[in-house]
Each structure stands twice: as structure tokens, then as C-alpha cells.
């Protein structure tokens, strides 16, 4: 997956419009872009949303096809651009598909009633803002599977993305990436930058060591990399390349957008060029005759040596979703 577009959950009108803009998923937001007084007039809107898109999906499972490990939520400000869907952004729907819907939910008792109102056959999963500890996604754990067996769906199908907004919570990722239910972790970085009391410069190397703790906790646990941040200027996409295939080299896959005019950026950056998949299929295939000869190094077609390390990454490029 290379991008997950915000939309406001209390606007019908654009959840209709984001599945024709050509985004990978699309995050529904029940945190920031709802003001308390409209929370439950946005649960019953996402509700039927997503209640038809369940019905387009053919009755079950995640939207776009089965599986809900490549979407995550961050958090950033609120997503109400009028203009954010304008025709003169629009990405045709054929270029990707239809996309998967993924829900972000409140922290907490309020984010478990956001959760009864949602989970259903037209869910990928949950992005829970202001996840702090194992606890707290224990507790989801519980409520989750109570709704999954009332609505018919397999105990453990819904998944959980859990968002990283404080200091506090980039310390335990290494324990949440291990909590139940958990496919991916994602920085909350508005939020985080105001906990650490940092003020992000050009390069932003002020959040460079949290971004790598979240890369490093989602390898260890054997999660699916994080989703690179969102960026607020979405006019300036020269620079939205620029640092989008820098989060790309520190370990992150995919990107959340607030816009749909970045879309086109971050599925240039993290769509594999031709050349790249065919050098990835012959290095595996290098590989693997290396093993059938009994030698488990092989060399790649410039003559350079390479092992089962490097070759791990030519097969990640070949299977990622």
C-alpha cells in the first residue's frame, strides 16, 4: 500500500468523493476532524459508509480485498479543506482499485464506542489515536472481539494500527508493536513535536531518532514497516518528494496524505520501477541456484557478493502489498 488519504468522518459527501480519488486506503477520521458536539452524527455517517462500501466489497471482509496490514493513521490537523476533493485533483479509481477503509478512533472509553459504531464487513481496521501502553490496546482487544462475534465476523479480524503521539509512547513502542491485534505502528508527530517541545527545522532531524524507534520496534516485532507522516503543505510537492523518499530510506513504506493532490508523489516514490522489480526477480533467482549448488552466496549481475541479508530485501520488493 502507498497511500492512505485522511477523510473527515462527519462529511458524507466527501467520504463518497475519496473513493473515486485514486488513494491505496483511505483513513476515516473519528479523532481530530470531529468536534465533540458532532461524534455521533460522524459515528452514524461513517456507519453507513461504511455499511455500503461492506456491501460493494461483496458482504465481507476488508474493502479492496481480505487482509488490513497496510494501513495506518497519524495524527496532524484537522482534515476539513472544502476544496480538498475539487475535480482538478481527482485520480482515476482504475488506477488502484477501490480503496481499503480504515477507521481512526479516540483514545480510550470514547474510542471503544467509536468502535461499536464501526466494526463491520466494510472495515480493514482501527488507527487508535493516543495509544500509550499495552493495556490500553488489551482493553480494545476485549471490546473488539465482543463486537466481531455480534457481527458475525472471525474473532481477530479487525486490526489495530496504534498511533505514537507522546514521549511516553515512542519509549514503549518496543512492547505495543507486541500487543494484540497490532499489524503497524505510526507516529502521531504533531502531538509528539508538542509533548518533546521540539520545533522542526527543514531536514526535520529533530524527530529522526523516534521515527527510527518506531522502524526498528515494527522489525523486531515482526510487524509490517510504519507509514510515513503526513505533510501539511500540500502545495509544495517538489518538497513532498524530497522528504518522502527520505522517510522511504529510513525504513518507512507507504505515506498518509491529507490531500489528494500528493498522491501522485507518494505513489511515484513508493511504486517499484520495472527495472527494480527485474533486478529484484534476478537476484532471487541467483540465489536460489546458489542454494540448489549447495552455496548460500551468490553474485548479483554487477559481480558483487551478496547473501541471504540482501536478498531478504529483493524478496520484500517482489511481495510487498
Known sequence: MR???????????????ALTVGADALIVDLEDAVPPSGKDAARAAVAAFLAGAGAAAGGGGAVGGAGAAGMIAVS???????????????ISAGEAGRPRVWVRVNSGDIGHI??????????????????????????LDGVLGELERAAGLGVGSVKVVPLLESAAAVLAAPEIARAPRVVRLQLGEADLAAD???????????LLWARSQAVLASAAAGIAPPVAPVS???RDLDALRDSTVALKRLGFRGRACI???????????????????????????????????????????????????????????????
Do not use: I
Open 114 to 139: 467509536d468502535a461499536a459504531a464501526v466494526v463491520g464487513a466494510g472495515l480493514a481496521g482501527l488507527c487508535v489515536a493516543k495509544t500509550e501502553s499495552v493495556a490500553q490496546v488489551a482493553a
Open 3 to 17: 497511500s492512505y488519504l485522511y477523510v473527515p468522518g462527519d462529511n458524507p459527501a466527501k467520504l463518497a468523493k
Open 232 to 234: 501539511v503543505n500540500f
Open 259 to 321: 490531500h489528494p493532490a500528493q498522491l501522485s508523489v507518494v505513489h511515484e516514490v513508493f511504486t517499484p520501477t520495472e527495472a527494480e522489480l527485474a533486478a529484484a526477480r534476478d537476484l532471487v533467482g541467483r540465489h536460489e541456484q546458489a542454494l540448489r549448488d549447495g552455496s548460500g552466496v551468490c553474485l548479483d549481475a554487477h559481480g558483487r557478493l551478496v547473501d541471504e541479508a540482501v536478498v531478504r530485501s529483493a524478496r520484500r520488493l517482489l511481495t510487498q502489498d
Open 76 to 90: 496532524g490537523p484537522r482534515v476539513g479543506l472544502d476544496h480538498a476533493f475539487g475535480p482538478e485533483t481527482a
Open 196 to 206: 518533546l517541545g521540539v520545533t522542526l527545522g527543514p531536514d526535520e532531524r529533530e
